[in-house]
């Protein structure tokens, strides 16, 4: 029987390729579709632009039509 404190296991793992995983694990969206998600955010931005502008010029027409009325 053992009654001195126990024995602590020692848990090595070996890290030699961490650096390889997290390097790899940075680029798995490819550069070329990174690159189109940002031209499409800009394009989407830009047409919500035009939407709400195209919004206001509606309720002035809208505006307009009542007070010609």
Avoid: F
Avoid at 23 to 36: C, D, F, S, Y
Wanted: overall charge negative; cysteine-free.
């Amino acid at each position: 029987r053992d009654d001195g404190p126990p024995k602590e296991i020692l848990d090595v793992r070996d890290n030699s390729k961490d650096g390889e995983y997290w390097e790899a694990l940075a680029h798995v969206i490819p550069e070329r579709t990174l690159k189109l998600w940002d031209a499409l955010g800009s394009a989407l931005l830009e047409y919500h632009k035009v939407l709400t502008r195209r919004a206001e010029l509606l309720s002035e027409a809208t505006t307009l039509q009542k007070q010609n009325s």
